[in-house]
T-cell receptor, first 113, second 117 residues
């Protein structure tokens, strides 16, 4: 699986956009980028995923650079409930690892009033 | 209930005892995964099943750990002769087969928190 690099922590003011970066410079052509978040004492929650096009759903937007070596998760109007650890993951693409998710340490996002 | 269910939510056990956790996945999901998470770390892969077949085990999974999914539905994770280092959150997740671009990610349960004293 391609390795991802995320900043350990970020802050954001409530109501503002939160932009969480992720580097995945060794990603291969058929690997997807997934984002999950984990609120304290709960299991991780799926947010969004993409291959090479930008994606948007009701929770967030995902911007993937043209060379696919990095991506940004955007929470357009952050709320206090968005305070969580955010994980950027590249999904395994081959053999028995296909579909397996390997988590790093993620980014702790703190949304403050 | 359409989510992933894990039981128990919390387990406190004495060192050396055996413990067993249960995971009930989303019914139509073929794949079931077990992860372990310690404080301040991301979830760490342990093993996964596709239907009843156990397809991969982490090298980190010692012989004291065993997992089963006998009928391709629920799964159990057993830890024998528990040690204090086994204290962690044990997470279960399920997913459809990862067959292409519209395959969504995992759905995780809320986990079982194990404390070995």
């Amino acid at each position: 699986d391609a390795k991802t690099t995320q900043p350990p922590s970020m802050d954001c003011a409530e109501g503002r956009a939160a932009n969480l970066p992720c580097n995945h410079s060794t990603i291969s052509g058929n690997e997807y980028v997934y984002w999950y978040r984990q609120i304290h004492s709960q299991g991780p929650q799926y947010i969004i995923h993409g291959l090479k096009n930008n994606e948007t759903n009701e929770m967030a937007s995902l911007i993937i650079t043209e060379d696919r070596k990095s991506s940004t998760l955007i929470l357009p109007h952050a709320t206090l409930r968005d305070t969580a650890v955010y994980y950027c993951i590249v999904r395994g693409a081959g053999g028995t690892s296909y579909g397996k998710l390997t988590f790093g340490q993620g980014t702790i996002l703190t949304v403050h009033p | 209930d359409t989510g992933v269910s894990q039981n128990p939510r919390h387990k406190i056990t004495k060192r050396g005892q055996n413990v067993t956790f249960r995971c009930d996945p989303i019914s139509e999901h073929n794949r079931l995964y077990w992860y372990r998470q310690t404080l301040g770390q991301g979830p760490e892969f342990l093993t996964y099943f596709q239907n009843e077949a156990q397809l991969e085990k982490s090298r980190l999974l010692s012989d004291r750990f065993s997992a089963e999914r006998p009928k391709g539905s629920f799964s159990t994770l057993e830890i024998q002769r528990t040690e204090q280092g086994d204290s962690a959150m044990y997470l279960c997740a399920s997913s459809p087969l990862p067959t292409g671009p519209n395959t969504y990610g995992y759905t995780f349960g809320s986990g079982t928190r194990l404390t070995v004293v």
